[in-house]
Nanobody, 121 residues
């Protein structure tokens, strides 16, 4: 059973930046994707970015393209999300997930507890 731990969430002003980190402990390294999802109050969980470094795949939600960058460190069994030019619509709880496919939340096997991102205008 893998455990995922997110960090880096905070409150920032619009236009600011944050870097989220997610480390995976336990379990075995799988070959499927890792991803970031977010969920705002009253909204469904949506995929933000996904990565499979070994296979050379990266996916982004259209709303974050050009502003967010996902990266993966296989040695540390971690993924990161650099978020620039944040706007209030980016607010929500950000979740790390592993062993899934692209930006499909139902496909992911393991989830972290989430980290709160709040962007004020």
């Amino acid at each position: 059973q893998a455990g995922l731990m997110e960090s880096g969430g905070d409150s920032v002003q619009a236009g600011g930046s944050l870097r989220l980190s997610c480390t995976v402990s336990g379990g075995s390294k799988g070959s499927r994707d890792m991803a970031w999802f977010r969920q705002a109050p009253g909204k469904e969980r949506e995929g933000v970015a996904a990565i499979n470094k070994a296979r050379g795949f990266i996916y982004y939600h259209n709303s974050v393209k050009g502003r967010f960058t996902i990266s993966q460190d296989n040695d540390k069994n971690a993924i990161y999300l650099q978020m620039n030019n944040l706007n209030p619509e980016d607010s929500g709880v950000y979740y790390c997930a592993s062993q899934g496919l692209a930006l499909r939340p139902a496909s992911y096997e393991y989830w972290g507890q989430g980290t709160q991102v709040t962007v004020s205008s």
